[in-house]
Structures are given as C-alpha cells and as structure tokens.
C-alpha cells in the first residue's frame, strides 16, 4: 500500500472519523457545535482532533467566516470526501447488522455504535457473501 493509503486507513480506522464525515456529508456547512450535539458521546478535544485529520487527508475542508466579530466555523465535504462516501455506501448496503435485511441505515442507532464498536454485546458483523 501507498503511503497515502496507510494515512486514510489510520484516519478512518479511529473510532469517530468515519461517523463524523458522514454527519459532514449529510448536513454540508454544518459547525463544530451541532456536530457535537449530533454526537453526544464525543468530547469536543476528540471531536477537534478528528476534524483535524479530516482536513489533513482532504476529506473535508473548514471555512472561517466572521459574523458581528464572532468566529464561525463550517465544515464541508471535498469531491474526495463524497467519493468516499459513495464506497461507504456501497459497503453500507451490503453489511448485515444483527441479521437484518436492511443492513445499517445509520450507525448512531445500531447497537454495535460508531465503526461497528460493540456497545451492547458480542454480535457478528454479516457480510452478505457469508449468509
């Protein structure tokens, strides 16, 4: 593997990254504070550090804009970013979660949480080629 592969690897392979670009992806231009609100689990210096590596791999980008001199932040997905997030999609719909024959629709609501991190128990992860 390239270099550039291992650092998105590392990137993704953490436990809130791929959640918190999902959130991006679906809520364009959201702030740093409603993404702490959509993901009440996360403390902020985690949730600073995994936009921080977002940016650093191009997968988001950050825009500074001052409003009656207060500071807003808004994050928004790269082209690479939602490419990404297409491929995720695809995988998304060919996981089955707990033996569901939906797959995962939103990995805040399954009880694996973020990542597949189990919450709630030891359940396996079915890939459709192992039904």
Do not use: H
């Not at 593997?1 to 990254?17: A, E, F, P």
């Not at 609501?109 to 459709?128: A, D, F, H, M």
Request: proline share 2%; glycine share 6%.
């Amino acid at each position: 593997m390239t270099c550039s592969t291992i650092d998105l690897l590392n990137v993704l392979g953490k436990k809130w990254d791929a959640t918190i670009l999902e959130e991006i992806i679906n809520n364009e231009g959201i702030n740093f504070d409603k993404l702490l609100s959509l993901n009440s689990k996360i403390y902020p210096k985690t949730l600073n550090k995994a936009l921080n590596d977002l940016i650093k791999t191009g997968l988001i980008t950050k825009s500074v804009s001052y409003s009656n001199k207060m500071k807003r932040s808004e994050y928004k997905t790269t082209n690479d970013g939602k490419e990404l997030a297409s491929i995720f999609e695809s995988f998304k719909n060919k996981i089955k979660c707990n033996g569901l024959e939906e797959g995962i629709k939103d990995c805040r609501t399954c009880e694996k949480g973020p990542n597949g991190n189990n919450l709630q128990g030891s359940y396996p992860i079915k890939v459709e080629k192992d039904l």
